[in-house]
């Protein structure tokens, strides 16, 4: 997938990793970024269309497709972190979680796969979360959205094959944006996420796994869960 000339849209560009996308995606060449945004009016990046976009809005997706026709690359990076738990959180704000994470990123697909066969076929990058395959208290119901988003992701890339769209889920554990300015731990620079992320894209890769992090919770998969909960309560 090149990314030169290409033409892509980004969710949630206004800051943290979505505003490193557009920004690296004007370095690398591309011909136009959309840049988009709840309030359009907190996207600040020179070179960028602004556009206006809630991903949980049907009807903001259904006019950024119609404003995009030219886009090549979509990157669904758009999220939210609610905090919330399972049992004792608010029900609401679970399904906020999911309206967000699940169904506003697959309805951004939905809206755009038609543009990007009509463009050649493209590339759609979900950002996912190291999240996707374990669950800690305090962010379960993000836990949840995320690992049905990267189940999502792997059933639209069998749904876009055909029309030769690329779709690509990426992993990460903690990355040092606004998101997570309450972590303690080790956090990677968000432009050294992006430089990661697009590589692997330009590289064709179906699955990025940025740090270390991610990497040792999906090894973890294969075997007992429980070695890997033990081994989280002291990491």
């Keep these: ?41 907190t996207v600040d990046l020179p070179g960028a269309e602004v556009l206006a976009l809630d991903i949980t809005d049907p009807a903001s997706v259904s006019a950024a497709a119609g404003a995009a026709p030219d886009v090549t690359v979509l990157v669904n990076n758009a999220g939210i972190s609610t905090g919330a738990d399972l049992v004792t959180g608010d029900l609401a704000t679970v399904r906020l979680e999911l309206e967000t994470h ?39 119901a993000y836990a949840v959205a995320k690992a049905a988003a990267w189940a999502m992701t792997n059933g639209v890339r069998i749904e876009l094959a055909g029309q030769g769209t690329q779709v690509t889920g990426v992993h990460l554990g903690a990355a040092d944006t606004d998101m997570m300015a309450w972590y303690d731990g080790d956090k990677t620079d968000p432009a050294e996420v ?16 940025v740090d270390d992090w991610s990497r040792t919770v999906k090894a973890s998969l294969a075997g007992d869960p429980a070695a890997f909960y033990r081994l989280g309560a002291t990491a």
Excluded at 10 to 39: I, M, P, S, W
Excluded at 194 to 209: K, M, N, S
């Design 102 to 140: 699940l169904f506003g990123t697959l309805s951004m697909v939905r809206a755009f796969a038609p543009v990007l066969a009509s463009n050649g076929g493209g590339a759609v990058l979900n950002v996912l979360s190291a999240l996707s395959w374990f669950s800690t208290s305090g962010a379960n």
């Design 194 to 209: 992006v430089r990661i992320v697009l590589d692997g894209v330009q590289d064709g890769d179906l699955e990025v796994l």
């Design 1 to 41: 997938m090149d990314l030169t000339n290409s033409v892509a849209l980004v969710t949630g560009a206004n800051r943290g990793l979505g505003r490193h996308f557009a920004a690296q995606l004007l370095e690398r060449g591309a011909a136009k970024v959309y840049a988009t945004a709840r309030d359009p009016r």
